[in-house]
């Protein structure tokens, strides 16, 4: 299709407003809209697959008038990477609103939430779809509005103070993200990402690093790297559960992304090989050692259902961090980006299990919950499937994706001697999340029932929990249509 | 070929109109049927703003017939005789562009004046002519060529404005507005005198004349002086910190229409009136060196215009300490002397304009619903959605969020700190937004989290509505598509290089 991609980005902006008249008649409605407009944009993607698979450049791109005074188009890209995570990201709105149309059901408000979480995945998709510094960072902040609402208005205990930290957090890094690409432009000056890259090359390395460091910390604020993770265990816990699947699941994958894609992909080449590049990437190294470890220690201790969870992403994110600092090695990033697809739907399932968990029996502290299986059969199911997936025990998708960055970890041990300590630390901590992941499960499904009369969720909540149940054990044996995707994006 | 009457045109129209308005809205005073009375203001509000257009517009398009030969043209009274003292009229793609603004949005804050003020009072009639009256000085100081005919027109504009403020007529407002003048008196003073040195030492008081005396000049040092002066008169004008002590007294006393007006239109008026003598006339490095000073006060405005804010609890007093903070923001691109810069300024100038007036409007409404302090508005966003969510969207358009206007015009201001070598700037700005996003939220979170304090209904005016989602659709609309105005600006970027 010509104009796919624009039709991706322009089909749920220009149907925010239906979707809230809609939802004033018939919330259900809404909510099945709001699914339906995430499966054409699947659709929509899928037709430009085997573009990207087959063409020389294993790349698409539209490109349209914009601002051309600030040297911008509005120019739509796709490559491997981009898309298997844009299509992910889909694929986990579908569930949330799907999930929505019962979870929110006696909820007030319902056709503003179904259009905020309509504008929010405009943003969502926008930020994995474009090529102009100025569009990313518009999608970038685009997420922001309909989330800080999201989790305001429909969140739990003090949600807005939750939303608050969220906003400011995430705003306050991504001013850095601007003064980045701000530098960007003003010594190329050029906002295409690809184009700019070639200009950088000939900046002077002592600017490139300034404009590295403000890229990378902005990033790794949204990321929830250890020293800046402050925002996301509230942020996560207090959302309603499908906005805490899409905040775990894409919203930080966002981040990892744009580490991926702008600071090591666009800014990093203009340093590698000096010394400040590979301390760089040693810190991003250390850095994810640290967030891995953190994450999952408190995950160990925490008795709140979805705090745990929120814990996890961070260690995971700790992962995502350590397979990123072994770039520019093929295996290891893909391996990385395979893990940010996996990782997305592990836990967006796992996330909405909770959040069933938690509208079934109105308590969220595991040490009251127990013997569960038999209740809510299909809670229990995905929930283990998720967590164990989340521990990285085959045949769940995250085994492979974390087995490929460890295979990238020691073919890059040969080269540099530093990443010995950084890779035994690291399989270290797996066994931690097989730890916490274990405990979960045993603490709620496991063990003497606790609660005496519990039903199974309603229809739409199983079904959107069976679709990512089936997602996850299908990725785990059989990744090889992501994998394809993936290894077609080239770095270097 | 642009002639002198078509440059008084738009100025003149709206002195004259102002004059007829006292009249017409006397008669319409008298009139009881409240639908013919509605029916006779907008009507009379039409033919001011359908002619006033009409004469801008005719203006623009006779000065880009031309342009392509002579960007500048200058207009006088008197073509040969007494050449210095004859009043000069210069027009260039920014005044163009200025008054094309002004005209705009002057517009729809009176529209939203005569809903706000209503004819409850004998005085109102005078209200409004006292607005058509400044936007016409306004317009005459966007075309001015000249020292003195700036100071003439911009002095007639800031005196203009203190009947704005003192028109609510309470004890507050006439402290405020005593406290304005003084100041403004003031300010008049120091420019008066850093002029009559300019004078000295070139002979003339003509933009491009002076620029060339001085630009000759050896010995800089009495420039200095005469600098301090001007800068200061005219820093005292704008609000820049410390000298800003009037204008959060002035903004919360005056009725939130007149509010509005000022901080849309005589605020970006004076901002205009720093470009133009810092940038075009006063042009660094060639004439005078004064990046640093300026770079200093506008990084002290933004810290303390955001701080201030942070501790206000009175909504009113909270947007106009975010003029304040605005007043630093359009300084990072005055001092940047970049075409980026100026681009950024412009842009700025609009949309940081409809911004603060559409959130001085959303709290006039407020305020007439005896919502005054952050505590008092808890709740409000469920028993006024429609004015919470203007308030709510210029509050993130102030913190420079996509997709709304305010994040281009603060992406212009950083890039042209970056290019200009200021970095710490950028840095600086980019840190007090966060500050203003903060308590920009907490007040959305006062609207939206917290329990109504309230339990009766509340109707919201839908009149009053209507103007401010003008201005509500203008700032999604300008941020999703900002090549809209930067399409305007483009032909001052391609003149900047005759002035640089």
Redesign the interface.
Known sequence: MQNALLLTLLLPSIATPIVYFIGKRKAKAAGLLVALIAVIDIALLFTIVPSVLNSTEHQYVEAYYWIPTLGSSLTLFADGISLSLAIITLILIVAAALFSINYMQERKGLPEYYALLTLLFVGLVGVFLTSNLLLFYFCWELMLVPAYFIIGGWGYKEPYRAAFKFFIFTHAGAVFVLLGIGAIFMVTGDLNMFQAKDALMLVEPDLVKWILLSLTVGFAVKMAVVPVHMWLPDAHSEAPAPMSALLSGVIISAGAYAILRLSLGIVFPAIMGTDFGSLFLHGLAVFGVISAFFGSFIALVENDVKRIIAYSSIAHMGYVLFGLSLFPFQNAITGTVLHLVNHAVSKGLLFLSAGALMKQLEIRDIREMGGLAGQMPVTATSSATSALSIAGIPPFACFFSEFLIFIGAFEIINNDGFYLFPTALMLVATVLSLAYALRYVTHIFLGPQKIAEVKESPMAMKFSMAILTVLVVILGVWPTFFIQLITTASFV | MLEILDVCLPIASFVVYSLLTLPIFKYARKIKNANKKLLLTLVWFSIIYASAAFAVANLATKYYEQATTQPLVNVTFAENSQLIFSSTFSIDAVSIYMAVMFTIVSAIVFLYGLFHIGFSEKTSGRYYAVMLMITGCLIGTAFSGDFLTLFILWEATAAGSSFLMLYGGTKASFYATLKYLVMIVIASAFIIYGLSIIYGITGTLNFWAVKEALIALENKQILALAFIFIAAGYAIEAAIVPFHMWLPDAYTAAPASSSAFLSALVDQGSYYVLLRVLIYVLTPPKVFEWTFMLAVLSALTMVLGNLFALTERNVKRLFAYVCIADVGYNLVAITSVTPLGV?GNLYFFFIGGITTALSFMAVGILNKMGFKTLESISGIGRKMPLTSLALTLSA?SF?????FAG??A???V??AA??ANM?WL??LG??T??IQ??YL??LI?YM??KEPKIEEKVKEPKKMLIPIFIFVAAIIILGI???II??L??PV?QQLPSIF
């Open positions: 681009m993130f913190a420079g969020v996509p997709p994040f281009i603060k992406y212009l950083f890039t970056i290019e970095g950028a840095v980019v840190l937004s966060v996003a903060a939220l907490r979170n939206y989290a598509y900002p090549t930067l399409n600006i483009e970027i």
